[in-house]
């Protein structure tokens, strides 16, 4: 296997200017993937992703720092660099949303490339791969599912 990039391709039923708030704004993130998201979407600024209550041990907080931010089409970030390191291909991940108009709603591809680049020896390396390969296949549905319901409400 590969263990190189990640990649996803689905048809969301809504338009790409909806697509784009849900994959880069906080309030709409924290709905489908982590608990908390702390992000301003303009390239170079830094946030984090937060799963679980700041104020339990078992927190898990990972860094970020917005790459590309081109509404509606593309939102980019890198993330899991150390916090008080500037985030490069060397020390964090790359995941790209691209938002493709597709009949009435939006083609969303989402690429995760990056994981050769860290230097992790071959099993940290196919570790964080399938960690990262499970994540996507349980947060993307989400994704779907929640947008269905935002459109919905309106």
Do not use: C, Q
């Not at 709905?31 to 998201?37: K, L, R, T």
């Not at 970030?77 to 020390?91: C, I, L, S, T």
């Not at 949303?97 to 050769?116: A, W």
Request: charged residues 25%; aromatic residues 12%; negative net charge.
């Amino acid at each position: 296997m590969e263990y190189g990039t990640i990649e996803r391709s689905m048809y969301i039923e809504a338009t790409p200017d909806v697509v784009y708030e849900v994959v880069s704004s906080p309030e709409h993130i924290k709905e489908w993937f982590p608990d908390e998201a702390v992000l301003d979407a303009v390239p170079g600024s830094a946030g984090e992703f937060v799963w679980g209550d700041r104020s339990s041990p078992d927190v898990y907080i990972v860094p970020l720092t917005v790459v590309d931010a081109s509404p509606p089409r593309l939102f980019s970030f890198r993330w899991g660099h150390p916090a008080d390191e500037v985030a490069v291909p060397a020390n964090s991940l790359l995941v790209e949303f691209e938002m493709v108009p597709s009949g009435t709603g939006t083609t969303l591809r989402m690429t995760e490339s990056g994981f050769r680049e860290r230097g992790w020896e071959i099993a940290t390396l196919e570790h964080h791969y399938n960690d990262h390969v499970g994540g996507w296949d349980k947060h993307l549905p989400d994704l779907v599912a929640y947008v269905g319901k935002l459109v919905a409400s309106k």
